[in-house]
């Protein structure tokens, strides 16, 4: 028996489906030669994985990325190709 | 508060990675940037839609702010107690939300947005527009547009579009504006506009759905900007009665928006060409009303 | 009614709306969404003019129907503010989908409900199947018999409502017309004495609140809490049954009046019969049992004042050892039977207590049942036990 008040109540957190990197088919890599760091694949990233990394270029939560591909079909430079996930 | 779209692009999350959010959803890349722009300073009211299930199961949850999930038809009338509630507390600077899709704004929850903009509640209405009931599984609404499959509507939904947002502004309420997350900066402005005014305010934004609207799932932000292009969703807001196109876009046939998406799929030629005259329509009739001056009131 | 003489507060002779209306100005209510419906109306054009006139600073929302004035009250009691409204039969059978809204997310919401038959066809006169049709949703009901009891009642179940052991909302009945519209003294506490009985309004459990975002309410799956959230809703309903029973001491302490708590008995201590009524069929048996014990007649009145919670032991102590229970419900549940009468009978049997039951169903639609007819009753009932003829439902004054 729960013995206080139970309340429907949830705390924010990450992950709250899982690792949906896990979802992927295709995972997006960024290439820096051709990245000018207008932070458009960032903007638009519906997971909000594309944060500034220590070299100051876009770096990619594989974690959580579910690999849609928005920001390879709107990055200006097509600095980002969508690459077949490869397990095992 | 002056933001621009860099801010949309960084800083902290309010919508955590890892969500039960579609790949692709355009819905939750329009929440990802209201949030950023509200620095979280909200409460959400948010009905049933598929934002309800984006947060995930209990007892954790995707949205680092506040959210109040409520009944389907309920949304503005939640949100109104919640401002009314806030102001006699004392308790400033915090802007209450009511988050729905078009099912919940132009069909099922009509009644109560209508009687908060009547009343011009001091709330923020966002309606991100996916055009069906998609959390249920792709069911037509009152904002699926002419021609498009639904699972209701199999062969092509026969009547027009919902027009909304003129709805809305009819009640002559301080802020009624369109958006796309094609046109993120036209959004923010509108957003931080909104922002600057009190009373009644509604945003309705364009959020295309690859899963329902059957497009490939990079194509979320192109299909946005393309809706925007070909006159399907024309970019305008209305200030104090006054309407205004935001903008004014060199046109693109509409045959490159429908060919896009699998919704449309099964429309011949004509029914295209039909179609392309019902927006365009549209758009004339929103500029007689831009010449108009101040309409509602 | 006890009622202690010296009391500070005023005399005036009132209206049950208007009684109640004083109740949510007095309890420093925040925020008022409503919607008007007869018989209530006149409860929210009060509150209305209390505002206006600066005697009460609230929020009020003329929301456009009865579903959204139980949103709005939902959406400010989220953020913490003390919320009431009002409303009856059609309007509270509208509002029903977030009623339950309203008890999942424990929101102390106050609510009167002047009791009036449902349509079709049209009615506006007096029965209790719209307060009925609430019963499963985890709403506090209380019925009342008096424009004091009614005024009282409100003030009381604020406190019970936003205790920590309950936080749950609760609807105060008080029949239509024969309350709502009917003047009757009322004694109107003193502000400051309704302030030192009942403070302010401090949620504990949640709040909606920037500075500490929680969701409420997102999907919860079949082996996570829903199930403990339904017991916790029924657990905080068994522990109300004293709250009731502590906050009605208390306020007989400091106001001076006692309507009873759970239940209200009177005339009972040696009574063979026992009448079992609600609301003003309530009062009316008070009148029948005075006539009957006068014809030498050993009856008593046990009156429900809560009906959800329902009184099950002090239902089951009062009845155990009498002759016959006659219980009077003005609403039905269809195919079933009167439902006083089935959960009077529910609770009897689960304690082994045999007294035989006569469930009758009466007044429906605002038909009139006075005194006469309560005693009337008794008879019939005391004829079919002794006939062997108890049935599930008696029908009491219909046509041909």
Same mark, same amino acid.
């Given at each position: 028996m729960p013995t206080e008040i139970v309340v429907p109540v949830s705390l924010p957190s990450k992950a709250v489906v899982g690792r949906t990197g896990l979802w992927r088919v295709f995972r997006p890599v960024i290439d820096k030669d051709k990245c000018v760091k207008c932070w458009t694949c960032a903007l638009y990233c519906m997971e909000d994985v594309i944060d500034e990394g220590p070299d100051g270029y876009p770096t990619i939560d594989y974690e959580f990325c579910k690999g849609c591909g928005i920001c390879a079909n709107e990055c200006p430079t097509k600095a980002i190709e969508m690459v077949p996930e490869v397990r095992g | 508060m002056a933001k621009t779209v860099m801010d949309l692009a960084k800083g902290p999350k309010y919508v955590l990675p890892g969500t039960a959010a579609c790949p692709g959803c355009g819905a939750q890349i329009a929440l990802k940037w209201v949030l950023k722009a509200l620095e979280g300073r909200t409460i959400f009211v948010i009905p049933a839609c598929c934002t309800s299930v984006i947060q995930g199961p209990y007892p954790k949850s995707a949205f680092k702010f506040p959210v109040f999930n409520m009944a389907f038809a309920a949304a503005a009338a939640t949100a109104s107690g919640m401002a009314r509630g806030l102001k006699i507390l004392g308790r400033t600077g915090i802007t209450v939300v009511a988050w729905a899709g078009d099912g919940g704004t132009y069909d099922i929850g009509i009644q109560a947005l209508s009687g908060a903009a009547e009343r011009n509640e001091d709330i923020l209405y966002i309606c991100y527009d996916n055009e069906a009931y998609m959390n249920t599984g792709i069911q037509r609404s009152g904002a699926t547009p002419p021609g498009a499959w639904t699972k209701t509507t199999p062969a092509g939904k026969a009547e027009m579009k919902k027009n909304m947002a003129l709805i809305v502004a009819a009640h002559g309420v301080p802020y009624v504006a369109t958006a796309s997350i094609g046109y993120p900066a036209d959004f923010l402005k509108k957003i931080e506009k909104a922002l600057s005014m009190r009373g009644f305010r509604y945003i309705q934004v364009f959020a295309p759905c690859p899963t329902g609207w059957n497009f490939p799932v990079d194509k979320t932000v192109e299909v946005a900007k393309l809706g925007v292009d070909t006159y399907v969703w024309p970019l305008f807001e209305v200030e104090r009665g006054r309407l205004r196109i935001t903008m004014r876009p060199k046109r693109r046939p509409l045959k490159e928006y429908i060919k896009l998406q699998k919704r449309f799929r099964h429309l011949t030629d004509e029914q295209i060409e039909e179609l392309e005259r019902a927006f365009l329509a549209r758009w004339e009739a929103l500029e007689k009303l831009e010449k108009q001056g101040t309409i509602f009131v | 009614?006890?009622?202690?003489?010296?009391?500070?507060?005023?005399?005036?002779?009132?209206?049950?709306?208007?009684?109640?209306?004083?109740?949510?100005?007095?309890?420093?209510?925040?925020?008022?969404?409503?919607?008007?419906?007869?018989?209530?109306?006149?409860?929210?054009?009060?509150?209305?003019?209390?505002?206006?006139?600066?005697?009460?600073?609230?929020?009020?929302?003329?929301?456009?129907?009865?579903?959204?004035?139980?949103?709005?009250?939902? *959406?400010?009691?989220?953020?913490?503010?003390?919320?009431?409204?009002?409303?009856?039969?059609?309007?509270?059978?509208?509002?029903?989908?977030?009623?339950?809204?309203?008890? *999942?997310?424990?929101?102390?919401?106050?609510?009167?409900?002047?009791?009036?038959?449902?349509?079709?066809?049209?009615?506006? &006169?007096?029965? &209790?199947?719209?307060?009925?049709?609430?019963?499963?949703? *985890?709403?506090?009901?209380?019925?009342?018999?008096?424009?004091?009891?009614?005024?009282?009642?409100?003030?009381?179940?604020?406190?019970?409502?936003?205790?920590?052991?309950?936080?749950?909302?609760?609807?105060?009945?008080?029949? *239509?017309?024969?309350?709502? &519209?009917?003047?009757?003294?009322?004694?109107?506490?003193?502000?400051?004495?309704?302030?030192?009985?009942?403070?302010?309004?401090?949620?504990?459990?949640?709040?909606?609140?920037?500075?500490?975002?929680?969701?409420?309410?997102?999907?919860?799956?079949?082996?996570?809490?829903?199930?403990?959230?339904?017991?916790?809703?029924?657990?905080?309903?068994?522990?109300?049954?004293?709250?009731?029973k502590e906050v009605s001491a208390e306020f007989k302490d400091r106001f001076g009046r006692f309507h009873g708590d759970l239940v209200w008995e009177y005339r009972t201590d040696d009574a063979d019969v026992i009448v079992v009524a609600t609301g003003t069929l309530a009062s009316e048996t008070e009148e029948a049992v005075d006539v009957l014990r006068d014809k030498g007649e050993s009856v008593g009145l046990l009156k429900i004042r809560s009906y959800r919670p329902f009184p099950i032991e002090d239902v089951v102590r009062i009845a155990d050892g009498r002759k016959l229970l006659v219980v009077v419900d003005r609403s039905i549940s269809f195919g079933q039977g009167g439902p006083l009468a089935t959960d009077v009978r529910s609770a009897l049997f689960t304690a082994g207590v045999d007294t035989p039951v006569v469930g009758f169903v009466t007044g429906l639609g605002g038909r009139d049942i006075t005194y006469e007819d309560i005693a009337k009753m008794v008879a019939i009932a005391r004829e079919k036990v002794r006939a062997r003829e108890v049935r599930p439902v008696e029908w009491y004054k219909l046509k041909g």
């Amino acid at each position: 028996m729960p013995t206080e008040i139970v309340v429907p109540v949830s705390l924010p957190s990450k992950a709250v489906v899982g690792r949906t990197g896990l979802w992927r088919v295709f995972r997006p890599v960024i290439d820096k030669d051709k990245c000018v760091k207008c932070w458009t694949c960032a903007l638009y990233c519906m997971e909000d994985v594309i944060d500034e990394g220590p070299d100051g270029y876009p770096t990619i939560d594989y974690e959580f990325c579910k690999g849609c591909g928005i920001c390879a079909n709107e990055c200006p430079t097509k600095a980002i190709e969508m690459v077949p996930e490869v397990r095992g | 508060m002056a933001k621009t779209v860099m801010d949309l692009a960084k800083g902290p999350k309010y919508v955590l990675p890892g969500t039960a959010a579609c790949p692709g959803c355009g819905a939750q890349i329009a929440l990802k940037w209201v949030l950023k722009a509200l620095e979280g300073r909200t409460i959400f009211v948010i009905p049933a839609c598929c934002t309800s299930v984006i947060q995930g199961p209990y007892p954790k949850s995707a949205f680092k702010f506040p959210v109040f999930n409520m009944a389907f038809a309920a949304a503005a009338a939640t949100a109104s107690g919640m401002a009314r509630g806030l102001k006699i507390l004392g308790r400033t600077g915090i802007t209450v939300v009511a988050w729905a899709g078009d099912g919940g704004t132009y069909d099922i929850g009509i009644q109560a947005l209508s009687g908060a903009a009547e009343r011009n509640e001091d709330i923020l209405y966002i309606c991100y527009d996916n055009e069906a009931y998609m959390n249920t599984g792709i069911q037509r609404s009152g904002a699926t547009p002419p021609g498009a499959w639904t699972k209701t509507t199999p062969a092509g939904k026969a009547e027009m579009k919902k027009n909304m947002a003129l709805i809305v502004a009819a009640h002559g309420v301080p802020y009624v504006a369109t958006a796309s997350i094609g046109y993120p900066a036209d959004f923010l402005k509108k957003i931080e506009k909104a922002l600057s005014m009190r009373g009644f305010r509604y945003i309705q934004v364009f959020a295309p759905c690859p899963t329902g609207w059957n497009f490939p799932v990079d194509k979320t932000v192109e299909v946005a900007k393309l809706g925007v292009d070909t006159y399907v969703w024309p970019l305008f807001e209305v200030e104090r009665g006054r309407l205004r196109i935001t903008m004014r876009p060199k046109r693109r046939p509409l045959k490159e928006y429908i060919k896009l998406q699998k919704r449309f799929r099964h429309l011949t030629d004509e029914q295209i060409e039909e179609l392309e005259r019902a927006f365009l329509a549209r758009w004339e009739a929103l500029e007689k009303l831009e010449k108009q001056g101040t309409i509602f009131v | 009614m006890i009622q202690r003489e010296e009391s500070r507060g005023r005399w005036d002779i009132i209206t049950g709306n208007h009684a109640v209306a004083h109740a949510a100005r007095l309890a420093r209510v925040k925020v008022v969404p409503a919607y008007p419906i007869t018989p209530q109306t006149t409860i929210v054009e009060y509150i209305a003019d209390f505002i206006a006139r600066g005697e009460m600073d609230a929020e009020y929302i003329r929301v456009e129907s009865e579903h959204s004035a139980m949103a709005a009250a939902i *959406g400010a009691a989220a953020v913490g503010a003390r919320t009431f409204t009002a409303t009856a039969s059609q309007g509270l059978l509208l509002m029903h989908e977030v009623l339950h809204w309203a008890v *999942g997310a424990r929101l102390p919401i106050g609510m009167a409900i002047v009791n009036r038959a449902v349509g079709p066809p049209w009615s506006i &006169h007096v029965d &209790h199947q719209d307060a009925i049709s609430q019963r499963d949703t *985890g709403w506090m009901i209380t019925f009342v018999s008096s424009n004091q009891e009614a005024l009282d009642s409100v003030l009381m179940m604020y406190k019970v409502a936003e205790d920590d052991r309950v936080l749950l909302p609760f609807m105060v009945c008080l029949d *239509g017309f024969v309350l709502s &519209h009917t003047f009757q003294p009322v004694h109107i506490p003193d502000q400051e004495d309704v302030d030192a009985f009942l403070p302010e309004y401090k949620p504990k459990h949640w709040v909606m609140d920037p500075d500490n975002p929680v969701t409420l309410g997102n999907l919860v799956m079949p082996d996570q809490d829903y199930m403990e959230m339904r017991w916790s809703i029924h657990e905080a309903m068994i522990k109300a049954k004293s709250v009731i029973k502590e906050v009605s001491a208390e306020f007989k302490d400091r106001f001076g009046r006692f309507h009873g708590d759970l239940v209200w008995e009177y005339r009972t201590d040696d009574a063979d019969v026992i009448v079992v009524a609600t609301g003003t069929l309530a009062s009316e048996t008070e009148e029948a049992v005075d006539v009957l014990r006068d014809k030498g007649e050993s009856v008593g009145l046990l009156k429900i004042r809560s009906y959800r919670p329902f009184p099950i032991e002090d239902v089951v102590r009062i009845a155990d050892g009498r002759k016959l229970l006659v219980v009077v419900d003005r609403s039905i549940s269809f195919g079933q039977g009167g439902p006083l009468a089935t959960d009077v009978r529910s609770a009897l049997f689960t304690a082994g207590v045999d007294t035989p039951v006569v469930g009758f169903v009466t007044g429906l639609g605002g038909r009139d049942i006075t005194y006469e007819d309560i005693a009337k009753m008794v008879a019939i009932a005391r004829e079919k036990v002794r006939a062997r003829e108890v049935r599930p439902v008696e029908w009491y004054k219909l046509k041909g």
